[in-house]
């Protein structure tokens, strides 16, 4: 007890700390260096408290621990990483990565003064979205467009438009959650309106709809089951099916397509995902999409369909609320704009880049890579790896890729995984059977030369 007394005694003072030298010549505030130094300090006086700790460490080695909390705690956010995870959308790593062009409208929209919403050949008042709602309603034939912050803003919209103070029927088997609490019964509520559930999980019929239409009934809504599928004895009513029911009885049909392509992900060899043009041609009133998933755009949600719909959600109070920025505004018209040619879009969008990625090239990718490690000395060979499109879009459906197996060296492949993690500029790939997978298709070209530096630095 005795010596654990005299140990905290010659605990330094903060005040001494603070006066050394790799202190006072670092350049962080002042008061992010002094709360590192106490946070510091407290964490040694644990240590001797529990026995941890059996003598005081130099100041100097206390100034470095001190100085590297700090930076942490100062440099902590949002920063690049590298994906290769595979999972093109991947929500936690941002979802689409924008063109080059999209990025930089987005950046000189927001370093200068803008024509936002100055219609310049007037002179007056002009509209912060028309562009954008021009170049949806001819890549898609939609009667009219609009935007919002993101789809889930655009469904909040839709419903409290449409049906608030009435019933909408969904099938049981789309009553889908889409992460980090929006479930379609709950934002019913929200937007006081009744679900009316019809169907099992698994199948539901034309006449499960038609049965409990009546007077409170504002609307029919289809939900794209982007993150589950079910599979096996199941049976769905189709869009085309469901507007047919909608003119019967004169209501609307809405649809949730979640990703929304511009263009058929069957050219991608994906099958069974909804894209906006289809949605438009098979009737439905009012369809809803994110800007940042297949389509390869900034956040956004898009609701396209009739304008007598659309109308009166611009008059919505919500919609001010929920309307979109400068720098989306300028990186979704930039991201459209590549659509006017689809050899272009391919060129110029991540997102079908690495969709549209051939076999050749991914092998070939992975190959540069491999040979960059393995002239570094890191034992690396290429694998065959299997790609997501991820983000809730087509559930269950993989994309052959090529990646770079490493053996992850003596901490095993956690311990690959965690120090890769947290570089400056991190890579997150996938740990499978104690390797460690680089898949190719969601890195960059100018990528790969880094992380051969990087990997061949962390393993050991
Ligand atoms: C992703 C998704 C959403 C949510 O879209 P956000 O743009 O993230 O708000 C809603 N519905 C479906 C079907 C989705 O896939």
Redesign the pocket.
Known sequence: MKDTEKLLRSIPNVDRLLRSETLIACSLPRSVVTEAVRQTLEGLRARIIAGEASDIPDDADICSVALRAAQAVYNAGIRPVVNATGVILHTNLGRACLSEKAAKAAYLSSRSFSSLEYDLAAGERGSRTAVLEAQLKRLTQAESALIVN????A?LLILSTIAAGGHVVVSRGEL?E?GGS?RIPEIMELCDCKLREVGATNKTRLADYEAVIDDDVRALMK??T??FKIIGFTEAVSLKSLVGLGNKYNLPVIE????GALVNPEKYGITGEPFAAESIAAGADVVSF?G??LLGGP?A?IILGKEKYLSRMKKHPLYRALRVDKMTVAALEETLRAYSDIHRAERELPVLMMLSASPELLLSKAEQLCSLLQNKGVSAEVVPSMSTVG???VPGRELSSYAVSLIPGSGGAAALDSRLRTLEKPIVGRIVKERYLLDVRTVFENELAYIADAVAEVIV
């Open positions: 993101n789809n889930a803003a469904i889908v889409i929006f939900v794209h982007s993150n949730d397509i979640g990703s994110s940042d998933k956040q949600g983000s809730g879009a």
